[in-house]
């Protein structure tokens, strides 16, 4: 069965620093998504990105956040200059149409000393 | 704005002990409500998509069902493998973003 594989599972990096996140969403899905989730909190959005362009953001996705979709199999999340508050699991997720069930990978945990 | 309130936030079943999970919402207009289960340290599973009012979906031991203020989770004669966090989301027809609850920490003991 198709699934959304993402990695690393786990960064670790110090604050100020850049990191890269990347994803390798279902094949043939054409809408792509992060969330975060914080230890403890709910599972927020990000931002979703379509035709090679962001289709929505949250407030949280502010210029330090930046997306990608360097080539036909992977997208990626970009942070610029990473904070203490940005330690948190990052889900990416997929979906076939804007209105289908969105699959998500299983995560990498981000932990910013 | 959207929310989603799920109660309760966790629940303690004896194995075969049938109980049901709420998830509260309010939408602009809704796209579809969503139910994920999501295991400790992993990345949340889809499990069922309600449209409208009305609608149920049924897989294994769970059963959804929707109306136009909340969604219902329904386990029947749950097994130590059904334990998990249950998610609740909605999407609205602006857009594509989901809105997850808090979840409910099902545990089924043996």
């Known amino acids: 069965e198709p699934e959304v594989t993402q990695t690393p599972s786990h960064q670790v990096t110090q604050m100020g620093q850049e990191v890269i996140l990347r994803c390798v969403p279902i094949?043939?899905?054409?809408?792509f998504y992060w969330y975060r989730q914080i230890l403890g909190q709910k599972v927020e959005f990000l931002v979703s990105?379509?035709?090679?362009?962001?289709?929505?953001k949250s407030e949280i996705f502010d210029d330090q956040f930046s997306v990608e979709r360097p080539d036909g199999s992977n997208f990626t999340l970009k942070i610029r200059s990473t904070k203490l508050e940005d330690s948190a699991m990052y889900f990416c997720?997929?979906?076939?149409?804007?209105?289908?069930?969105?699959?998500f990978g299983p995560g990498t945990r981000l932990t910013v000393l | 704005e959207d929310q989603v309130t799920q109660s309760p936030e966790a629940l303690r079943l004896q194995e075969g002990e049938s109980s049901s999970l709420n998830c509260s919402y309010t939408?602009?207009?809704?796209?579809?409500l969503f139910w994920y289960r999501q295991d400790p340290g992993k990345g949340p599973e889809f499990l069922f998509t309600?449209?409208?009012a009305g609608e149920e979906k049924e897989k294994e031991r769970l059963k959804a069902t929707l109306t136009k203020k909340e969604s219902f989770l329904h386990i029947t004669a749950p097994k130590p493998e059904d334990s998990a966090t249950y998610l609740c989301?909605?999407?609205?027809?602006?857009?594509?973003?989901?809105?997850f609850g808090g979840g409910t920490r099902l545990m089924v003991k043996p």
């Open positions: 997720a997929s979906s076939y149409t804007s209105e289908g069930e969105q699959f």
């Open positions: 094949s043939n899905h054409l809408y």
């Open positions: 990105f379509y035709n090679n362009e962001i289709s929505e």
């Open positions: 939408v602009s207009g809704l796209r579809g």
């Open positions: 309600l449209y409208s």
């Open positions: 989301a909605v999407g609205n027809n602006a857009g594509n973003m989901l809105t």
